[in-house]
């Protein structure tokens, strides 16, 4: 009997060994960005920021999150509901939202976009935003922000820029995201 009892101790240590070792979401093979954490990417931009920047009425077009071996990516999309009536323009706003496993992935995704656009007119290196950011326009058809916060990155994007969109919610926007980046 005792020999029976010290068997099946040692089966269902075994088991409860062989559970704690597996990722804790099967979405997650590497287990190290738990399934709350998507929650958190997909809450980074609500609707009535989008419809700050975008200065109207507005309807998410798009949304999708995604696991690759090294990131968990979380992207959307935002476009006005009515044609601007000055510019003739319809306004979109596109979000995307990077949590990656290490902070070297972070910082080269950022370094790589950074260095592509550097050509460009317009590009603005950002002091006091995460811990690197631009802002990179043409003052006529978009503004573009990207922004490392540790293994975080994030992009926002306004895509037609109308009479009626704003730069300083569009500022304000990236910012209060930023801060809200554990």
Sequence with gaps: MKKNFFSLIVLLLALACAQSAKPEDEHHPSGSIPVSKEVGLSGLLALSDAEKILGEPASLSDSSTKRNTDVLRYQCAYKANAEDPKTKKLGNLY??????????????????????????KGVKTLEGLGDEAYFH????????????????VITLKVNRITSKTSLEEFNAVAKKITESIQ
């Design 137 to 152: 326009s043409d003052d006529e058809n978009f503004y573009f922000i990207m922004v490392r916060k540790g293994n975080n």
């Design 95 to 120: 979000f995307l939202a990077e949590a990656y496993d290490q902070v070297s992935g972070a910082q080269k995704k950022y370094t790589d976009i950074k260095k592509a656009n550097a050509g460009h």
